[in-house]
């Protein structure tokens, strides 16, 4: 007898077993999915065999109802609009209102059935035909019945009675996403509408556009749904931007305290938009950029009122002070990305004006250049004439007082904060006080020397800064500080003679006491050390240059008075020996030295004792065992002063000027030779030897006299047997060469008489003859080659 367990425990056991079945089918498909993509990156060798049943779908079944729900919602809206727009006159009013009425409510009322059912999908599009048979309702109802209300204003009023009965169709229905956000960008329109169609103005079309875009802030920031957040988020920043940037060209355009302060509340109303946004907002960029705007609105706000109030020219310092006393909600309870944002506004207002202030100290810095073409022609009646430009303001004191300002809040700041900050505000702090020194003079119009007076008071202070600077990098922009204002004081100097020596003299002490101050710091600053060194020789060596002019020196003369300067550096280098600072005063002192040397250029005699005297002070410092190579340059200094020297004899024969080089060369040359022998005779001996035989070569060849040729012959006959005799190669070659061509040049005459005489069929024959024995012999000719290439490979 069989037992069979009650039907509701038999329909247990058959539904765990269809769930049993079902998840091992599951598992099976997943693993054939598996393996297929494994055949599949295996190549065409591992190719699956072609399943037997149907072929796979190319789109997923949601994605396939989403898109035929949308194609119906598309083509019933459209059936919907040709019915209203084209259709409407064969029905009378009733059958009208029934028919759109009876589809309206239709079409919203079926979204909540079909989301009872759990189609979703299909609720949404139903929904969405519903929103806009609504739209069509509204363009009916005022084609039908209010044909004469203004467009602007039934626009507003019916945008706004569609996003009201849109979002109360979104709350209703919970579950659609559509409505809200539909709402949410319907909402924009009212109150932009309503002052247009009542004619507003421009202050009140902002203020529309600025209350609507707070709308939009409280709800990103206060809405739960993430798609009204977004959608509310965009319209905040594009109506917000739009309201602030009008709201600031009413500023800008105001002509009056009582319109500027009209567009500043617009202002402080975006203001406010902006910081309560920073204030909500839960990142901490988005806080920090919203506040940063708010503080720049406020500021726009309140300069606006003051620049109405205050003469033009104030506009920029106005708005300076409001950027600045934002800095005092860095003393509020309020979170720090806000502060952090305001602070930012403020830094962005004091770097403004700072360009605005910047051309009035670039301009007292290199104005006076112009100097450089009227030095010595007499003192200017201030400060700003010296300058031999106009300054770009009306006012030029509110440039000093703008970059003193911006500076004083870089040091208090520099000293509530830390790290990179703390440093670029101490850097920026000293530059923009030094900007703001420099550029006090003319400004104020004071006195020719009282600004010159200022410019060196500036730059002993920054020397002396320089010096007892804790850091290195410190020292360094203290001493570049330094040094462009005493190239421009330098420049603004040359008005006067005592005012051009009185000054380089006090910039070439200043400099020397900085540098022996830098040298014996505690911490080195080998930079700021190095530019003090550049500044001392070139103050230096321009100062000598004017004694010599104020003396009425001629240019070669002064020139010789400014090889003092490179005799003291070399000096200098010598006695600090391996020290840091000793190449660069050598390269001063090579510059300074071609400078002079320039100077003479114009007198002959003058230029060769100038370059005797370089090539001395040049072969004193080639004494230093590291400074060997600094001998190459005293040679060729020396030996162009002999040149140059002879030029002014007007001596032409080559030999003058070849000898002072070959003798001086040989000799270090058989010196070299002598401590190592390993060296090549080339090095040794080639150039002295070229120096020599080579230009009287040249000058045999065009010589109508026999001396030369014979002098040159015998010359090159002893350096060839002196080469052979020590087995030198360079000797050899040269000397041979160069007797081989001599000897050809005496020969020549003779050889071109004969050719003349005999017929003009031997030449060729000889030729050929000559060619033909080479032909048979060439084997041994190549070996003779070969022997006299080997012999002059053994020799040195």
Request: hydrophobic content about 60%.
């Amino acid at each position: 007898m069989t037992n069979l367990p009650p039907p509701a425990e038999e329909l247990r056991i058959l539904d765990w077993e269809l769930r049993q079945l079902e998840a091992r089918r599951s598992q099976l498909l997943q693993r054939r999915a598996w393996l297929l993509g494994a055949l599949r990156a295996a190549g065409p060798a591992g190719e699956p065999p072609h399943p037997a049943g149907p072929p796979a779908s190319e789109a997923t079944p949601p994605s396939v109802q989403n898109v035929l729900l949308a194609l119906g919602g598309v083509l019933l809206t459209i059936a919907a609009i040709a019915f209203t727009v084209v259709s409407w006159g064969h029905l009378g009013i009733g059958g009208r209102s029934a028919v759109l009425g009876a589809v309206t409510l239709t079409a919203l009322g079926v979204p909540a059935v079909l989301l009872s059912r759990k189609l979703r999908s299909t609720a949404e599009t139903v929904a969405a035909l519903g929103m806009a048979l609504t739209v069509l309702d509204a363009y009916a109802l005022r084609h039908l019945a209010l044909a004469d209300v203004d467009a602007l204003g039934f626009a507003a009023v019916t945008s706004a009675l569609l996003a009201a009965v849109w979002a109360g169709y979104g709350l209703l229905l919970g579950a659609l996403r559509l409505p809200p956000p539909t709402a949410v960008a319907t909402a924009q329109l009212p109150l932009i509408l309503w002052a247009g169609a009542a004619g507003a103005g421009t202050h009140t079309m902002t203020a529309a556009l600025l209350v609507t875009a707070a709308f939009d802030t409280a709800l990103a920031l206060w809405a739960s749904a993430r798609s009204v957040r977004v959608t509310a988020a965009v319209g905040a920043c594009a109506l917000g931007l739009w309201g602030a940037a009008s709201a600031g060209w009413l500023s800008a355009q105001a002509t009056d305290p009582a319109g500027a302060a009209r567009a500043g509340l617009l202002l402080l109303f975006a203001a406010s938009i902006a910081l309560v946004t920073a204030w909500r907002s839960g990142r901490a960029e988005a806080a920090t950029g919203a506040a940063c705007a708010a503080g720049l609105l406020v500021v726009a706000a309140s300069g606006g009122v003051l620049r109405t109030a205050l003469p033009a020219a104030w506009a920029v310092p106005a708005h300076l002070a409001c950027g600045i006393a934002l800095l005092a909600v860095l003393r509020t309870a309020l979170p720090w990305p806000v502060r952090r944002g305001i602070a930012g506004a403020s830094a962005a207002v004091q770097a403004i004006a700072v360009l605005w202030a910047v051309p009035v100290a670039a301009l007292a810095l290199l104005g006076p250049v112009g100097w450089a073409t009227r030095a010595w022609s007499g003192a200017p009646s201030d400060a700003r004439d010296a300058l031999l430009v106009a300054l770009p303001t009306a006012h030029p004191l509110l440039a000093p007082l703008v970059l003193a300002s911006v500076a004083a809040v870089c040091a208090v700041s520099a000293g509530r904060i830390g790290g990179a900050g703390q440093r670029a505000a101490r850097y920026g702090a000293g530059i923009l006080a030094w900007s703001a020194a420099l550029a006090l003079p003319p400004a104020l119009a004071l006195p020719y020397a009282a600004g010159v007076s200022v410019h060196l008071l500036l730059t002993a202070a920054a020397l002396i800064f320089a010096v007892r600077a804790r850091s290195a990098v410190t020292a360094l922009a203290a001493s570049a500080l330094a040094l462009a204002s005493s190239v421009s004081v330098a420049f603004l100097s040359l008005a006067t003679t005592a005012a051009t020596l009185g000054t380089l003299a006090f910039l070439t002490t200043a400099f020397l006491a900085a540098c022996v101050g830098l040298t014996r710091r505690a911490e080195p600053a080998p930079g700021a050390a190095a530019l003090a060194v550049c500044a001392t020789l070139t103050h230096a060596t321009a100062l000598a240059c004017a004694v010599g002019a104020s003396w009425g020196l001629r240019a070669e003369h002064t020139g010789l008075l400014a090889l003092a300067v490179p005799a003291l550096a070399a000096l200098v280098a010598a006695r600090v020996g391996s020290h840091p600072l000793a190449l660069p005063v050598e390269i001063m002192a090579a510059a300074s030295g071609a400078l002079a040397i320039s100077l003479t250029a114009p007198h002959a005699p003058t230029l060769a004792l100038a370059l005797g005297l370089g090539g001395l002070i040049a072969s004193s410092t080639a004494l230093r065992a590291e400074r060997r190579s600094v001998g190459y340059a005293a040679a060729v200094l020396l030996v162009l002063a002999s040149w140059v020297r002879l030029a002014s004899w007007d001596v032409a024969t080559p030999e003058a000027y070849a000898l002072p080089v070959t003798v001086p060369a040989l000799f270090i040359g058989a010196l070299r030779r002598r401590r190592d022998p390993e060296v090549s005779s080339w090095a040794a001996y080639g150039p002295g030897l070229a120096a020599t035989l080579l230009p009287s070569l040249a000058a045999a060849w065009g010589d109508l006299h026999w001396h030369r040729p014979l002098l040159l012959g015998l010359a090159a006959l002893a350096v060839t047997l002196v080469g052979a005799r020590y087995r030198l190669r360079a000797p050899l070659v040269i000397g041979g060469a160069v007797l081989a061509l001599a000897a050809l040049h005496e020969l020549a005459p003779y050889l071109v008489q004969a050719v003349g005489v005999l017929p003009r069929w031997l030449p060729p024959a000889l030729a050929g003859l000559l060619l033909l024995a080479l032909g048979a012999t060439y084997e041994q000719r190549l070996r003779d080659a070969r022997r006299f290439r080997n012999v002059l490979n053994r020799m040195h």
